[in-house]
T-cell receptor, first 112, second 112 residues
Framework: AQSVTQPDIHITVSEGASLELRCNYS??????LFWYVQSPGQGLQLLLK??????LVQGIKGFEAEFKRSQSSFNLRKPSVHWSDAAEYFC??????????FGKGTRLSVIA | DAGITQSPRYKITETGRQVTLMCHQT?????MFWYRQDLGHGLRLIYY???????DKGEVPDGYVVSRSKTENFPLTLESATRSQTSVYFC???????????FGDGTRLSIL
């Protein structure tokens, strides 16, 4: 069965600094990969998705993620973080006909 | 407006009572999902449905009942609520099992 690991429970970055959130998955074939963001009191919003093709995927709000098959990773990046990016971020993996599996999330705090 | 709507947004009830959380989507998505979100556990899948009249258990189905008589609705019922079911519940829908899921804003349920 596939699984998703987000090693960092909480990350704090300064506004304007770069960001990388880690996501590792376990699955034999090429998975479908997603990143979601959740602001307080709201549901999850899709940031970006990878199905196939170019391994560098662009998403909304200036985020991007890179699929690295050799490392079983799909890390999320942003070159310059804004205070409004403070939220919870979830990585998810899908395969076959089973529902997506979500990681436990990484909480991002942004300081001035 | 197209989207996914959960009701109520907040609910307080007592142990032993039956409570139903509603979920309605306007995209005609075939798949619908119910999750609960608890601190330290991330999102856990309760039940999902691939189409009307087809439902399957997720990771934590005990104590919950679902039905799906119409494509657009997917109610979740707690037949006899327990304190351990205090949580935030999210409904989601997608066009396919591996397609991006679209989330509602959640129902915060407190069981006293």
């Amino acid at each position: 069965a596939q699984s998703v690991t987000q090693p960092d429970i909480h990350i704090t970055v300064s506004e304007g600094a770069s960001l990388e959130l880690r996501c590792n998955y376990s699955y034999g074939a090429t998975p479908y990969l997603f990143w979601y963001v959740q602001s307080p009191g709201q549901g999850l919003q899709l940031l970006l998705k990878y199905f196939s093709g170019d391994t560098l995927v662009q998403g909304i709000k200036g985020f991007e993620a890179e699929f690295k098959r050799s490392q079983s990773s799909f890390n999320l990046r942003k070159p310059s973080v804004h205070w409004s990016d403070a939220a919870e971020y979830f990585c998810a993996v899908g395969s076959g006909n089973t529902p997506l599996v979500f990681g436990k999330g990484t909480r991002l705090s942004v300081i001035a | 407006d197209a989207g996914i709507t959960q009701s109520p947004r907040y609910k307080i009830t007592e142990t032993g009572r039956q409570v139903t959380l509603m979920c309605h989507q306007t995209w005609s998505h075939s798949y619908m999902f119910w999750y609960r979100q608890d601190l330290g556990h991330g999102l856990r899948l309760i039940y999902y449905s691939a189409a009307a009249d087809i439902t399957d258990k997720g990771e934590v189905p005990d104590g919950y009942v679902v039905s799906r008589s119409k494509t657009e609705n997917f109610p979740l019922t707690l037949e006899s609520a327990t304190r351990s079911q205090t949580s935030v519940y999210f409904c989601a829908s997608s066009a396919g099992s591996n397609q991006p899921q679209h989330f509602g804003d959640g129902t915060r349920l407190s069981i006293l």
